[in-house]
């Protein structure tokens, strides 16, 4: 499937941004141009960490005309994970050589809006770097919203100060700053879009407000940096050939057709594009629906299940697959 | 029928109310503003008070008391023509903050209209609420001299600018406003299929 074009790349340069946060810059093994990309968009990074196989997404940062080198920020998420951000950040040093897929844009700027509200949390301003860069080379209106825990654990505060000026607000959190929602939605001129990153609390609270304040739906965009959440270990059976694969309890069902060789469409592994959808023919109990584009009656019906990210309690489930 | 196999082809879900916006703009012509009207019946008081509604079409002084009673108390201004209720409209859209909601809802040429100068101020089609109501006239614009015939109800019909025989498709180009009309007797001029009115 399209997700599954690999492209092998070694790193070129590590740097800690802040306290829990490495920039990785990535160049083709052989020197080739990358392909370019539009701004917000990411990439998945293969990683080999002991006989587990993962594929992180994580949003490209840099410019997106510069076919030279990726560049990507990984946040530690330490040992309460499956391990991928700590396989980059404890695994991954200058000369590593990876596999990473072509870049992929479920969070692009709207092209036809009069301004841009970015709204980022955290390692959310990732996405954000790129769009940024894009939106600045065409002369469009922008301003950035940042909040960040402190200057020590917020990523590319004074860069970004230095280098947007006053079109970058930084909140610090342990000084009692808060990003100042509400007036600076209330007081945006007609065709102004908001985009919003960062923790899911975050986006839900940006996006009630828009709500609130008689922003359309149209007007409003958000990207979660959702990986999928353990459970217990269960059963995947499939239709068509009659395997059955088990599940780990810190494997998604997507991973775990992989690692058995079952070629299954993908794209995002975020629960966002839709790609991975798969028929349900039966179930134990009920399915843990942890994506973003079913329908809540889609939901309800258990016939459908996105397969990076959802899980069932325990027991077995059959796949149309 | 406003329904089409056509995916061009516009969609009109029907007015509802939104709540939480801070300024309603409306437009209408007089079959649109009976949909207005039921909109209103549906709503909270205080929608019709952020309200601001147009009516693009002429009327009598007598019609316009009508409505400006039965749409109170939003406030409502009339204007004789599309045109002019178009320009009204493109006056508020100017200066306006987020937060305004905008819905049309009557003729397709209307409504049309309506969503082609929305996006001059980048306004996205699917945030205006839209309600077709009365004629089924359609804005056709011929492919062939590129003119506009407005109010066309049959089909076919005859291009009002080069005088050509023009079969109306469901053929819808947002930017215009209007449907494709196409040579209907190229091959053999004068062989020309009986007029239906289709679009009363
Ligand atoms: C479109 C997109 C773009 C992204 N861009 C970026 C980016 O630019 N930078 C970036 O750093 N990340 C980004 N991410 C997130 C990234 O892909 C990974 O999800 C993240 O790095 C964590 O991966 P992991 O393998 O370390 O942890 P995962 O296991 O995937 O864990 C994710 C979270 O789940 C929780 N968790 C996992 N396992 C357990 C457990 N056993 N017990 C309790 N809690 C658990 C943890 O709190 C952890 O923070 C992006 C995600 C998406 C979908
Ligand atoms: S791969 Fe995108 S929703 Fe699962």
Not at chain 1, 24 to 38: G, T
Request: proline share 5%; glycine share 8%.
């Amino acid at each position: 499937m399209s997700g599954s074009l690999l492209r092998r790349v070694r790193v070129a340069e590590v740097e800690q941004v802040a306290n829990r946060i490495k920039r990785f810059r990535l160049v083709d093994i052989d020197n080739a141009p990358l392909s370019e990309f539009s701004g917000g968009s990411h990439i998945s990074v293969v990683m080999h960490s002991g006989d587990r196989l993962m594929r992180n997404p994580y949003s490209l940062m840099g410019s997106p005309t510069d076919t030279s080198s990726y560049q990507i920020s990984v946040l530690n998420c330490g040992n309460d994970s499956r391990g991928g951000s700590k396989f980059m950040h404890d695994a991954v040093s200058v000369g590593s050589e990876l596999e990473i897929s072509e870049p992929l844009n479920l969070f692009p700027p709207c092209k036809l809006a009069r301004k841009h509200i970015l709204v980022a949390g955290g390692i959310g301003i990732t996405p954000f770097m790129s769009m940024m860069n894009e939106l600045d080379a065409l002369h469009c209106d922008f301003e950035l919203h940042y909040g960040v825990r402190s200057l020590e654990e917020g990523a590319y505060c004074k860069y970004l100060q230095s280098r947007y000026g006053s079109r970058v607000n930084v909140y610090l959190q342990d000084q009692g700053q808060m990003i100042p929602l509400e007036s600076v939605l209330g007081s945006q001129r007609l065709g102004t879009h908001m985009y919003v990153c960062g923790p899911k609390p975050m986006i839900d609270w940006a996006l009630q407000t828009a709500e609130l304040l008689g922003w359309p739906a149209e007007n409003v965009h958000s990207e979660q940096f959702s990986a999928p959440p353990p459970g217990k270990p269960f059963v995947v059976k499939l239709a068509k050939s009659g395997r059955e694969i088990e599940v780990r309890g810190h494997q998604s069902i997507l991973e775990a057709l992989e690692e058995h060789g079952v070629d299954a469409p993908f794209l995002c592994r975020g629960g966002a594009c839709g790609q991975c959808e798969t028929g349900v023919v039966s179930c134990d109990g009920f399915i843990e629906h942890n994506d973003h584009f079913l329908t809540e009656a889609e939901r309800v019906s258990g016939k459908k299940i996105m397969i990076c990210m959802s899980r069932i309690p325990s027991g077995s489930i059959t796949l149309d697959l | 029928m406003t329904i089409s196999t056509l995916k061009s082809r516009p969609t009109y879900p029907g007015l509802s109310p939104d709540h939480n916006a801070r300024s309603n703009i409306i437009v209408c012509d007089k079959a649109g503003a009976e949909a207005v009207t039921e909109l209103f019946s549906r709503a909270d008081d205080t929608f019709a008070k952020r309200s601001t509604v147009i009516v693009a079409e002429g009327t009598t002084d007598q019609d316009a008391e009508t409505l400006k009673t039965a749409l109170a108390p939003a406030t409502v201004g009339f204007q004789p023509s599309l045109e002019t209720g178009i320009a009204r409209l493109r006056e508020f859209l100017k200066d306006a903050p987020m937060g305004l909601r905008l819905y049309a809802a009557g003729s397709e040429p209307l409504i049309g209209s309506v969503v082609q100068a929305a996006a001059d101020y980048s306004i996205d089609h699917l945030s205006i609420r839209t309600e077709h109501r009365g004629s089924l006239k359609r804005r056709v614009q011929c492919v062939h001299c590129k003119g506009f015939t407005e109010n066309v109800t049959t089909n076919p019909v005859t291009c009002s600018h080069c005088g050509l025989t023009l079969m109306v498709r469901d053929h819808y180009s947002r930017r215009l406003a209007a449907f494709q009309g196409v040579c209907i007797d190229a091959e053999v001029p004068g062989e020309v299929p009986e007029t239906e009115a289709l679009y009363q």
